[in-house]
């Protein structure tokens, strides 16, 4: 079965370089959400969107940026990177953004900055 | 891959040996709450779920009991094997406008000794 896809799987940026990160949802799922995974960290929740509006905010800095297009991939925009941003980036999507739609998660992004 | 969570919690088992993870939730306003399963540089993966107007439920191998009163998750791996070995999240679910990210608790590695 087709899972989400995320894109890159590995990037290395410098400190105050942009950087997009990739999603390509599970086919027919509508709604995308992004985390944030520091070192020995749990998932933080970032943003999402559900039928390209963004549907919740969390802890996303104004650095980043975010959006979901037509065909319901999202980008990640991140500038002005700094080293704390480096950390694993994971995108999940569900059928609907309904509690007890399960969320399916990519293999993830890894993001360095140096 | 990379592996997440270096300075996790450590449960260690023996193989065929039950495994029992627990899990502190933070807002008693949560309703919903789900069991992942993180292998070295994977995507965190379903495992189970349970609403609040329950407190067991059980899936193939494992089982999830929840205590409202004192906010407390407890994951049960029956017949603990190799594959099993990760880093377990447990999440939280806030009813918010219909639209739900995870909020993901400090997760536990399981290292299963063959």
């Known amino acids: 079965a087709a899972g989400v896809i995320q894109s890159p799987r590995h990037l290395i940026k410098e400190k105050r370089e942009t950087a997009t990160l990739k999603c390509y949802p599970i086919p027919r799922h509508d709604t995308v959400y992004w985390y944030q995974q520091g070192p020995g960290q749990d998932p933080q929740f970032l943003i999402s969107f559900y039928e390209k509006m963004q549907s919740d905010k969390g802890s996303i800095p104004d650095r980043f940026s975010a959006q979901q297009f037509s065909d319901y991939h999202s980008e990640l925009n991140m500038s002005s990177l700094e080293l704390g941003d480096s950390a694993l980036y994971f995108c999940?999507?569900?059928?609907?953004?309904?509690?007890?739609?399960?969320?399916?998660f990519g293999p993830g992004t890894r993001l360095t900055v140096t | 891959g990379e592996s997440v969570g270096l300075h996790l919690p450590t449960l260690s088992v023996q193989e065929g040996d039950n495994s029992i993870i627990n899990c502190a939730y933070s807002?008693?306003?949560?309703?919903?709450f789900i069991w992942y399963k993180q292998e070295s540089g994977k995507g965190p993966q379903f495992i189970i779920d349970?609403?609040?107007?329950?407190d067991k439920r059980q899936g193939q191998r494992v089982t999830v009991l929840l205590n409202k009163t004192v906010k407390h998750l407890s994951l049960q791996i029956a017949a603990t094997q190799p594959g099993d070995s990760a880093v377990y999240f447990c999440?939280?679910?806030?009813?918010?406008?219909?639209?739900?990210?995870?909020?993901f608790g400090k997760g536990t590695r399981l290292s299963v000794i063959a």
């Open positions: 349970i609403r609040s107007n329950m």
């Open positions: 999940a999507s569900s059928f609907r953004p309904f509690q007890g739609d399960e969320q399916y």
């Open positions: 807002n008693s306003a949560s309703d919903y």
């Open positions: 999440a939280e679910n806030f009813p918010l406008r219909g639209n739900t990210p995870l909020v």
